[in-house]
């Protein structure tokens, strides 16, 4: 993980509040312009899930909490988008609670949006009409018909029903409104904005809804007619993320995670969703790359996956942590977006394409993450955390992440290597090697050990060669002479630098004897730096130890087993624990003058 | 007379130009104080707009004024910092009532005064805690806190808390800047 050039974070610590008590999940968070001043805000929703107290949504401007407003219901998504060229240009804050989407401007509720009932299953159906047409419908015939359908299907009237322990009570709840057939609402579980016609920042948008039945309404922006209505696949599937690409009037994908598990593309004119990826794993959270198309999902296996528009997977990676949110990071000013990893101990990475290439941290596992203007800053990114903290985090000017090898977008395998096509020498070949095998085989064997042989060789020649012998990589070569009769000799070395152009430094010379032949006046030596193309003298005086009763004969001579009367000499680098050249001294023998 | 005519004025009348620089990240109200200056009889502007990139000028015999937005992702910067060259004190605007960027100041002021061209020179910086009559603003204590000037030591400085629509704190300030122009320019020459 590389961060800028002098270690220091890319990011400023704007601001945090650790004790904002903030509940809110992915899809309830937006920045967006809602006073029309080009300051632009933080709006979200914070989740409370006790009875008594309602949910809100909030505002901040900067990082100060300007609105706080309770909402009807448990939220399940909140999205921006303009609904109309009006002066000053405000947008609309959309809020989804249960089957309703609240509309507001200048943080005011101006409109109710509510999804159409879902039909009953014809089961179901049948069942309440029979309620409603005759007298006499017994609170046990009812559930037993009710108990026959799966549970799932039915509307919330017919789940409560069979949910209540005494038959008094279904007897009495039979009575109060078995005059009317039940309704199936079509709870919403996220939202999604899309552009109409144009790109540009503020240019109108249409709302989309999906809900817990998998339908996808596309609504006008204005009059939240809808637009265009779907099925999110053709199993049933719950969607909970929904990204857009594209533009409503002229051509849109619609990507749609399910509970599933399946990720499901919606293109403009379709009734009915493809289901493009399948996971085996459930999906954390999903991200749409725009520009390229691609689709980037985190799992909860700790797996990042990017497909290709197609489908077709790209990469994989793993994460060191749990994937807790994701974000888009669109960086206009260098052309890439980049996308943010919230991981369960508290770092966000920063990924471009599959490599992370920044990171940074919060207080605890983030659960949200927004990146966008705030304010009058362009780069900013908002973090709430499990813990219900809130982090303000802007992305210097100076931020270069440049440096970094660019990867290419991972190139797809689908065409196959561009081989040769196969020669008549290759068959005349194969042939060949099918018809001899063990001939070939017997001839390589051969060769190969003769090989073998001539480097052993070589080897045992560069070993015993003790006048100059060499390290290439490190540009040194050592030679050593010996002088004297004996018993005392001089052994002098000297350590070449053969490198034209680098001196040599931090070398250490090192003797290694038995001190029972040998007694040396230098054991250990540092060398002083050695210039280009020079050499270094170093001298040592080595004493025979003439044991009486010992003669030297009896001790082996030459390059015998037990050779002791030598000297070892080991050049190491300082820290390493590999000597950079080892060489072995044979010394001769003592001429006794008795 | 205008504010800017008193500026000019008691520099007196000198053979050498005298630069000032307006910095600060935009929408702090640098176009607002240098309007201030301006007098009503004498208004010579002068806007330059490049894409991306806005610069302000403003002069009158020998004083100028240039100003200029903090902002862009690294590659205007050496379109603004090549002013830091040749000029003689900075009026550096600050808005107190953006808590959020207050950081970014902060990181552009060390910037600013790292760069080769402003460490090396005892230039006098003004500070102007601009839009005191917002009601989110911070003191002008707390903004000298938050961005450290306790720890200029080699440049006089000065942060005055102002209201660039109203036109208030501007004027102490500007006197302090002028004052300190005028001992520097006198120690030179
Ligand atoms: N309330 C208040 N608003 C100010 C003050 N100074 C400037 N503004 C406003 O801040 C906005 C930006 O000012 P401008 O001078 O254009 O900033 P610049 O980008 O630094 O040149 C304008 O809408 C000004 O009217 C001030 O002291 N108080
Ligand atoms: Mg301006």
Redo the contacts with the bound molecule.
Sequence with gaps: MSRGELGISRWLEAHTDRSAGLTTLPGNMVLADVAGTGDYHLVLTDLKFNQDTKCRLKVYKGTLLVSDQPLPDIPSSVVGFYADQLEPRIPVVAVACGSELFAYKNLKPFYKFRVPFCPLVDEEAGVWTEVTNSESFGADKLLNALKAIPYASLSARSQYILNQTSPILVAELLRKCGKTMPTKENIITCMASMARSSRDRRAIACPIIATEFGSIFVLDPQNFAILHQANTCNVKATPFIIKSTGLFDVEFRLLIATREGHICLLRKGWLEGKCLIQLTSDIVDMVAVPGDNFVIVATSDKALHCYSKKGQRLWSTTTANLVTCMSLVPLEHISTCMVAIGLKNGSIQLYQGRQPVDFTSVADSPSVITFGQLGQEEHVMVVITIGGSISFKILKRTADFSSKVQENSPMLQSRPLPLPKRSKLFLEQSIRERKNALEIHQTFQQDLIRLRLSAARALVQNLSDQSGIGNEKEQLKLSAQVLGLGPKFTVILSLENINPNNPLVGLCVTFHVNPLYYVLSLYAAKVPLIPPSLSYKLETKVEEVIKEGVESDDLPVGGGKGNCKVIRVFVTRELMPVPVLAATINMPPTELIV | MGLFQRLANFLGVRKKDVNVLVV??????????VNSFKSEDDRITDIVPTVGFNVERFQNQNLAFT?F?MSGHGRYRDLWEHYYKNCHGIIF?I?SSDRLRLVVVKEELDLMLQHPDICQKKLPILFFA?????KEALSSVKIAAALGLDKIMDKPWHISA?????GEGLQEGVEWLTQQIREMLSVKS
């Design positions: 600060g990240l935009n929408n702090s109200g640098k176009t607002t104080v100003a937005d605007v808005d601009n839009k005191m009559d917002c102002s209201n660039a629509l109203s």
